[in-house]
């Protein structure tokens, strides 16, 4: 079951979030796999959406925020587009966009940013927006502070982070066919002016980016965790194995109803409508043409398939309805 871990270290001006994915990674690989247009993502592109994934939902439950979280990776490469939203609730749905040829072995850069025009958005969409509120976005390039080019995800995120909020964030991400996962640890704002307010000068008057001990240290042991133990360790094993010196407090995990889950918004009901609104004449045009309607959604890739009895039932249908027993296919 997918979830989600808070804790906090005691003391300390530090806080951490671990995220595993497993039956709501399988889902969104799933629908995709399912799609015969497109089949199933290449590794790279799979491992690189599952671990945009696990990071948005990270940062979903990191910040106090109702609304929805879209984090973007877009560019020049042949992943021209990926992104997931993650709702307040934890209902979440992802995808990428596949042009080209994706190499066996191909990271981040060639993916998405082969000549430098990459970019990341991360944009925070109120579920109650006043008149005139428009979604927060902030955006900034595959490039880190030296000019080069940004080689993971991870990376990306921490500049991201370091960038928008000014504090110290490490990220540690991994997916594979099975679990998409995650281990956030970030500096907890100071009281005064280090805040979210985007000052970083402390009570003090000390810069506090980089230079906290507390977190130097724990962010040394958060890094030390490999890909296949974040992939394979449950959590008490992982906080054990890395923090075993520390004090920490845990919140209760979110998982089942409170936890992360798949959801998106297409339906049979939805697509029987969008044929509906064709009209019959032209339906039964492309009917006479292709035999069947075949719609995926756009998001999900998901494949809706209505035949010539399916499609036509709509118009005879008082209210144009669906009926509650037809599948996807």
Same mark, same amino acid.
């Given at each position: 079951?997918?979830?989600?871990?808070?804790?906090?270290?005691?003391?300390?001006?530090?806080?951490?979030?671990?995220?595993?994915?497993?039956?709501?990674?399988?889902?969104?690989?799933?629908? +995709?796999?399912?799609?015969?247009?497109?089949? &199933? =993502?290449?590794?790279?592109?799979?491992? $690189?959406?599952?671990?945009?994934?696990?990071?948005?939902?990270?940062?979903? &439950?990191?910040?106090?925020?109702?609304?929805? $979280?879209?984090?973007?990776?877009?560019?020049?490469?042949?992943?021209?587009?990926?992104?997931?939203?993650?709702?307040?609730?934890?209902?979440?749905?992802?995808?990428?966009?596949?042009?080209?040829?994706?190499?066996?072995?191909?990271?981040?850069?060639?993916?998405?940013?082969?000549?430098?025009?990459?970019?990341?958005?991360?944009?925070?969409?109120?579920?109650?927006?006043?008149?005139?509120?428009?979604? =927060?976005?902030?955006?900034?390039?595959?490039?880190?502070?030296?000019?080069?080019?940004?080689?993971?995800?991870?990376?990306?995120?921490?500049?991201?982070?370091?960038?928008?909020?000014?504090?110290?964030?490490?990220?540690?991400?991994?997916?594979?066919?099975?679990?998409?996962?995650?281990?956030?640890?970030?500096?907890?704002? $100071?009281?005064?002016?280090?805040?979210?307010?985007?000052?970083?000068?402390?009570?003090?008057?000390?810069?506090?980016?980089?230079?906290?001990?507390? =977190?130097?240290?724990?962010?040394?042991?958060?890094?030390?965790?490999?890909?296949?133990?974040?992939?394979?360790?449950?959590?008490?094993?992982?906080?054990? +194995?890395?923090?075993?010196?520390?004090?920490?407090?845990?919140?209760?995990?979110?998982?089942?109803?409170?936890?992360?889950?798949?959801?998106?918004?297409?339906?049979?009901?939805?697509?029987? +409508? $969008?044929?509906?609104?064709?009209?019959?004449?032209?339906?039964?045009?492309?009917?006479?043409?292709?035999?069947?309607?075949?719609? &995926?959604?756009?998001?999900?890739?998901?494949?809706?398939?209505?035949?010539?009895?399916?499609?036509?039932?709509?118009?005879?249908?008082?209210?144009?309805?669906?009926?509650?027993?037809?599948?996807?296919?």
């Amino acid at each position: 079951m997918s979830e989600v871990h808070k804790f906090i270290f005691n003391g300390l001006p530090v806080r951490g979030i671990v995220v595993r994915l497993t039956d709501t990674w399988v889902e969104i690989l799933r629908r +995709r796999a399912s799609n015969t247009s497109v089949g &199933a =993502y290449p590794v790279p592109v799979r491992d $690189m959406l599952g671990e945009l994934v696990a990071a948005a939902t990270l940062m979903q &439950a990191n910040i106090k925020f109702d609304g929805a $979280m879209v984090l973007q990776v877009f560019g020049d490469g042949p992943v021209k587009l990926a992104v997931v939203e993650v709702q307040s609730d934890f209902s979440l749905r992802a995808t990428a966009t596949v042009i080209g040829t994706v190499d066996d072995k191909a990271a981040l850069s060639p993916m998405v940013n082969v000549s430098g025009a990459g970019r990341c958005a991360i944009t925070l969409d109120p579920k109650t927006k006043f008149p005139g509120q428009q979604p =927060y976005q902030g955006v900034v390039p595959l490039i880190d502070s030296k000019g080069q080019q940004i080689k993971q995800i991870n990376e990306l995120l921490e500049h991201y982070m370091l960038q928008s909020e000014q504090l110290d964030t490490t990220l540690v991400l991994a997916a594979n066919e099975e679990v998409a996962a995650g281990l956030l640890i970030q500096r907890l704002p $100071m009281q005064g002016s280090a805040n979210l307010s985007g000052s970083t000068v402390g009570q003090d008057g000390d810069d506090q980016i980089g230079l906290n001990e507390d =977190y130097n240290r724990i962010a040394v042991l958060a890094s030390s965790l490999k890909r296949n133990e974040l992939l394979t360790l449950d959590v008490d094993t992982i906080l054990h +194995r890395l923090f075993w010196e520390e004090h920490i407090t845990r919140f209760e995990p979110l998982r089942g109803a409170s936890g992360p889950r798949f959801s998106c918004s297409c339906s049979r009901e939805r697509v029987g +409508r $969008m044929i509906l609104s064709l009209g019959l004449e032209e339906t039964q045009g492309i009917l006479h043409e292709r035999g069947n309607i075949e719609v &995926a959604c756009e998001f999900c890739g998901l494949q809706y398939h209505f035949d010539a009895i399916d499609a036509l039932q709509l118009f005879a249908s008082p209210e144009g309805g669906v009926s509650a027993g037809s599948g996807p296919h």
